[in-house]
C-alpha cells in the first residue's frame, strides 16, 4: 500500500477479522466503521503501484482495494484504527520516535504509542479491507472479547495508557520542535492540539489541569518561541487558556499584547465595513 499512496504517510492499518478459537466471529472492526462512516473521512489518493517496484507481486492484488483507503488527519484525536497488529510503519516514521524519552517506560501496547505519535506528525491511511486476522484470547492487552454492539470489550485502563502516550508525545515535539521538520508552523500547531490532554501532576497550576500543552507552553518557551517565533506562541497560549499574568510573568507580554490589539483593529475594521 505505501507504494501505491500518492500521500507518504507514516503507517497504514487495514481492518481484521476477529478470531476465537479458531473461528472467524466477525469480518470486521466497528471502530473503524464507524469512523468512516460516521467522520466520513476523504479517500487517501493512491494509483496501482507498478510490477517492478515490487517484484511482481502486484499482480496477486486486487486493484478494487484502492477504492476503499481513507485519509486519517493529523488533526484526528479520536482511535480510528482497528487493533495494532493491522498498522503496517515505515521505519523511518518509527525512527522519528524510537529515541523519545519515557518510551523505554512503556512496558505494553507500545505500538498503541507509535500509532498516535506517527499520525500526529504525518497522519496514516485506513484501508477498508479485512487483510488480517486478529485471534483474541485470555492474554490480549487490550482486547477481552470479540465486539458485540453496546458492550464495552476493553481494558477501561487502556484510557490511562492513552493519557501517558500523549504526554510522551508532547514532551518531545515541545523539547526539540525543531527536530520536527515541518512545512510549515500551522503543521507544528495542529501537531500539539491534537495530541494534547489532560494534566496528571498534582503539582501542576490550576489553570493547566485540563491541558498539558498549556503547562509546556510556559515551561518550554524558550525552545519553542525559536521556531515558531514569540507572537505565534503568545497567540497559541491564549488558545489554550494561560492566563495574562502567567505569560506576563514569563517575559512575552508585549507579544501578547501586539497581537491582541491586532486582532482588535481588524475586528473593527470590519465591523465597520459592514456598517454595524
Given at each position: 500500500?505505501?507504494?501505491?499512496?500518492?500521500?507518504?504517510?507514516?503507517?497504514?492499518?487495514?481492518?481484521?477479522?476477529?478470531?476465537?478459537?479458531?473461528?472467524?466471529?466477525?469480518?470486521?472492526?466497528?471502530?473503524?466503521?464507524?469512523?468512516?462512516?460516521?467522520?466520513?473521512?476523504?479517500k487517501?489518493?493512491?494509483?496501482?503501484?507498478?510490477?517492478?517496484?515490487?517484484?511482481g507481486?502486484?499482480?496477486?492484488?486486487?486493484?478494487s482495494?484502492?477504492?476503499?483507503?481513507?485519509?486519517?488527519?493529523?488533526?484526528?484525536?479520536a482511535?480510528?484504527?482497528?487493533?495494532?497488529?493491522?498498522?503496517?510503519?515505515?521505519?523511518d516514521a518509527?525512527?522519528?520516535?524510537a529515541?523519545?524519552?519515557g518510551?523505554?517506560?512503556?512496558?505494553?501496547?507500545?505500538?498503541?504509542?507509535?500509532?498516535?505519535?506517527?499520525?500526529?506528525?504525518?497522519g496514516?491511511?485506513?484501508?477498508?479491507?479485512?487483510?488480517?486476522?486478529?485471534?483474541?484470547?485470555?492474554?490480549n492487552?487490550?482486547?477481552?472479547?470479540?465486539?458485540?454492539?453496546?458492550?464495552?470489550?476493553?481494558?477501561?485502563?487502556?484510557?490511562?495508557?492513552?493519557?501517558?502516550?500523549r504526554?510522551?508525545?508532547?514532551?518531545?515535539?515541545?523539547?526539540?520542535?525543531?527536530?520536527?521538520?515541518?512545512?510549515?508552523?500551522?503543521?507544528?500547531?495542529?501537531?500539539?492540539?491534537?495530541?494534547?490532554t489532560?494534566?496528571?501532576?498534582?503539582?501542576?497550576?490550576?489553570?493547566?489541569?485540563?491541558?498539558?500543552?498549556?503547562?509546556?507552553?510556559?515551561?518550554?518557551?524558550?525552545?519553542?518561541?525559536?521556531?515558531?517565533?514569540?507572537?505565534?506562541?503568545?497567540?497559541?497560549?491564549?488558545?489554550?487558556?494561560?492566563?495574562?499574568?502567567?505569560?506576563?510573568?514569563?517575559?512575552?507580554?508585549?507579544?501578547?499584547?501586539?497581537?491582541?490589539?491586532?486582532?482588535?483593529?481588524?475586528?473593527?475594521?470590519?465591523?465597520?465595513?459592514?456598517?454595524?
Open positions: 500500500m505505501h507504494l501505491s499512496l500518492r500521500i507518504p504517510v507514516g503507517f497504514t492499518c487495514s481492518d481484521m477479522l476477529q478470531i476465537v478459537s479458531g473461528n472467524i466471529v466477525l469480518g470486521g472492526n466497528s471502530v473503524m466503521s464507524r469512523y468512516i462512516l460516521g467522520a466520513k473521512p476523504p487517501a489518493p493512491a494509483r496501482t503501484a507498478a510490477n517492478s517496484a515490487t517484484d507481486l502486484m499482480q496477486y492484488v486486487d486493484p482495494v484502492l477504492d476503499r483507503i481513507y485519509k486519517v488527519d493529523m488533526k484526528c484525536r482511535w480510528p484504527w482497528t487493533a495494532t497488529s493491522g498498522f503496517f510503519f515505515r521505519r518509527l525512527n522519528l520516535w529515541n523519545a524519552p518510551l523505554a517506560e512503556l512496558r505494553r501496547s507500545t505500538d498503541g504509542f507509535f500509532g498516535l505519535a506517527i499520525n500526529a506528525i504525518t496514516s491511511v485506513l484501508i477498508d479491507e479485512s487483510l488480517a486476522g486478529l485471534r483474541i484470547h485470555a492474554t492487552n487490550f482486547t477481552r472479547h470479540p465486539q458485540l454492539n453496546n458492550i464495552r470489550n476493553y481494558d477501561i485502563a487502556t484510557s490511562e495508557r492513552e493519557v501517558r502516550y504526554h510522551i508525545i508532547l514532551e518531545e515535539i515541545t523539547r526539540d520542535p525543531g527536530r520536527f521538520r515541518f512545512h510549515h508552523t500551522g503543521l507544528l500547531k495542529r501537531s500539539l492540539f491534537a495530541a494534547d489532560r494534566e496528571t501532576s498534582d503539582t501542576a497550576p490550576a489553570w493547566a489541569r485540563k491541558s498539558r500543552l498549556s503547562h509546556l507552553f510556559v515551561t518550554r518557551y524558550a525552545s519553542l518561541a525559536s521556531v515558531v517565533g514569540e507572537s505565534k506562541i503568545a497567540c497559541w497560549m491564549f488558545e489554550k487558556g494561560v492566563p495574562a499574568r502567567v505569560m506576563k510573568e514569563a517575559g512575552i507580554r508585549y507579544a501578547f499584547a501586539d497581537r491582541i490589539k491586532g486582532t482588535l483593529a481588524r475586528a473593527w475594521r470590519y465591523t465597520r465595513r459592514d456598517g454595524n
